[in-house]
């Protein structure tokens, strides 16, 4: 079996289990006036994309959403990440959680053709990076937080698997 069917089924498997446990768990949720569920500020990961970002945790699921758009006459490079998270453990300065989060990135440039030297030709690639782990969230100041994220991933649409880092900073309201 290749090692990414068994990424695959992990994934599959980890997915199921933490939409599962959210399900099971909702009903606890404590009632917390001075909680915030939005949160704007700037992200960079390898499985989360990386930009401008946005998260919604309204309570023990979350939604994350990192945008980058670049455009420059015919070049371009787009990163749209989509991340999920799950609050594990939560005090007034932390918080430890699950992610499972799916990174799109496409790009266009001209670059020099190696077979022949000074002759410029268009690249154009796009791909889909994936990861799960874990992340803590450090709340630095009232109203940051700086989060550190880090857990496996699979690379260019399934054909790499490796360790993955991400990280992000965000005001909160």
Do not use: W
């Not at 090692?3 to 980890?14: G, L, M, R």
């Not at 990386?50 to 309204?58: A, I, N, Q, V």
């Not at 077979?115 to 791909?127: D, F, G, M, N, Q």
């Not at 709340?139 to 399934?158: E, P, Q, R, W």
């Amino acid at each position: 079996m290749e090692i990414n069917q068994i990424f695959n089924k992990i994934t599959f498997s980890f997915s199921i289990i933490f939409f599962l446990s959210f399900h099971l768990n909702a009903q606890e949720q404590k009632l917390n006036e001075e909680k915030t569920k939005h949160a704007v500020g700037a992200g960079a990961g390898f499985t989360t994309g990386y930009g401008l970002s946005y998260r919604y945790t309204p309570n023990k699921l979350g939604v994350q959403v990192n945008f980058a758009p670049y455009k420059n006459g015919a070049d371009y490079q787009y990163s749209f990440g989509l991340t999920a998270l799950y609050s594990l453990m939560q005090n007034e300065k932390t918080t430890l959680y699950l992610y499972q989060a799916n990174h799109y990135l496409a790009s266009s440039f001209m670059e020099f053709d190696n077979s022949i030297p000074s002759v410029l030709k268009r690249k154009t690639e796009s791909y889909f990076n994936h990861g799960i782990g874990f992340g803590v969230e450090f709340i630095v100041a009232s109203k940051i937080g700086f989060n550190l994220m880090t857990g496996y991933a699979t690379y260019d649409n399934f054909n790499k698997l490796n360790v993955t880092g991400e990280a992000a900073l965000y005001f909160k309201f």
